[in-house]
């Protein structure tokens, strides 16, 4: 069966196990594998995975990890109506948020502060400071 499933367009989602993994690392995978057992959450693909990769394929680490029954495949989920852009997003709104002109200096401190800690996390050491800097020096949202 998993000969026919496309790795890298499926979804991935932890079992159980792989949540047990996670905290016993009792199977032996790989820093590799394990990364990207952290990082399957149901919502990435095998493709948005690759990129957490090294430059390594995903592919033999995804058959390993489903495999070993870390991860399983999601189902795949079809909307009922996609919505268009003009539908999601209303007059520069995305999902709710309020206008950008209306928020303080100190919200979009905060905002900065995310946004820097969570390229700190996400990227690597030589590959995040343009992004750090370029944020840093915003002026509005």
Do not use: W, Y
């Amino acid at each position: 069966m998993l000969e026919t499933i496309d790795l890298l367009g499926a979804r991935f989602a932890k079992t159980e196990l792989g949540q047990q993994e996670i905290q016993t690392r009792s199977l032996g995978l790989t820093p590799l594998a394990r990364r990207l057992l952290i990082l399957v959450n149901g919502q990435k693909s095998g493709q948005d995975l690759a990129m957490f990769a090294g430059g390594a394929e995903v592919e033999p680490l995804l058959r390993e990890l489903l495999d070993k029954g870390c991860i399983e495949v999601c189902p795949i989920q079809i909307p009922a109506k996609p919505e268009t852009p003009a539908e999601s997003a209303q007059a520069g709104e995305i999902d709710g948020l309020p206008d950008a002109a209306t928020r303080s200096a100190a919200e979009n401190e905060m905002a900065r502060n995310f946004m820097i800690n969570t390229v700190n996390t996400v990227f690597g050491q030589h590959s995040r400071l343009t992004l750090i800097e370029t944020i840093a020096r915003a002026q509005g949202t």
